[in-house]
């Protein structure tokens, strides 16, 4: 019985495997390797353009970096100057008078100097709706107090008019070795997403300055309604939030599936001297969404090749070869029932049958004239 199955079973692919079917596999054999070809090299061009975006990107983001740093050390090095001002002043009058002309008009990052004496109340600003306000509850004037070094804050919303800022803050301490004032001011984050322009306008691509706790404190023109907000409240950049916040190297880059399916390249580098990260977003699909229609292009067309030459196929082998058996067969069958007057028509087959059939018209000739051959014998006798 399992002799029997085989059999049928081997019967069964035989039809299958028919000519027509041998015919089309080979066209598909011949063609189907030059698109699948082209699809492969598109695909490296792609895997080449996200490489090349991902590289491309990243030099901006650390030129874009040492710009932001720029800007803090302007703002440290004033912080600097006033401080050791208020120093050597030795009093609160002439320090205040100097501190109220000394803020350069070409730094436009700084909106207000103000000094605050060791209580936290600021005794003089050159915005006066400053003065007197308290700031010692200010994590960052605390932190600048205790440390004698330079501080700049995490987002904050300023007093009084709750303006959305980051405080840079220096001890006079670091000057005259004991307690006494601290010398700040309010960073303008405008001009601080303003540096970061060149990394704007790019389809897929996110960029954003993040303080210490991941609140967004600059962004480009085109995505300026993240500042304020946590990362965590960013869908695509909600996942890499605690890994860049949280890492202690300087640079750093990674690469997830966000929540809307697509896979994203993420590089983060902290600006030197602060807990401050830039981290920039690729989105890999939408940088390479040329060539993915090139390739889905492809794909299209290696399906259209593939039917269409199967269809080539099938209709050749019926034209050149499967008729002319046919009709062969039939000639053979006529003759093996006896009509001898069966001939196949050489002008309507291929040049490859034609010696085949000549062969077949000239058996049918041998027999009919045996045949009548042996009628003549017949009769005579």
Known sequence: MASISLNRKRAKLKQVLGIRARLALLAVILVAPLMLERIRSLEDTRARQIAQATVEFTTIARHSADAQREVISSVETILKSEAFIRASAGGISKSCDVLRASLPSNLPWIRTLLIAGQDGRIQCATNNMYVGLDLSDRPYFQQAQESGRFVLSDFILSRPVAAPTVMAAYPVSAFS?????????????????????????????????????????????????????????????????????????????????????????????????????????????????????????????????????????????????????????????????????????????????????????????????????????????
């Open 177 to 381: 070795g004991v307690s006494d004032a601290v010398v700040l001011a309010t960073v303008n984050l405008d001009w601080m997403s303003k540096v970061m322009s060149n990394l704007g306008g790019r389809a897929g691509i996110t960029a954003v300055l993040v303080d210490s706790a991941g609140t967004v404190l600059a962004a480009p023109a085109d995505q300026h309604s993240a500042v304020g907000r946590p990362l965590d409240n960013l869908p695509l950049m909600s996942a890499i939030a605690d890994r860049a916040l949280r890492s202690d190297q300087d640079e750093g880059s990674l690469s997830f599936l966000a929540a809307d399916g697509s896979r994203r390249a993420v590089s983060y580098i902290r600006i030197a001297g602060t807990n401050a990260r830039l981290i920039t977003s690729i989105d890999e699909e939408k940088v390479s969404a040329a060539v993915s229609r090139d390739i889905r292009t492809a794909y299209l067309q290696l399906a259209f090749v593939v039917v269409f030459v199967l269809l080539g196929a099938l209709i050749a082998a019926e034209k050149l070869v499967i008729k002319p058996i046919e009709m062969l067969v039939d000639m053979a069958k006529r003759l093996g029932e006896g009509d001898l007057s069966a001939r196949a028509a050489r002008n309507r087959l291929p040049a490859e049958f034609v010696p085949l059939a000549r062969a077949f018209n000239a058996m049918a000739a041998q027999l009919s004239q045996r045949e009548r051959e042996l009628i003549a014998s017949n009769d005579r006798l």
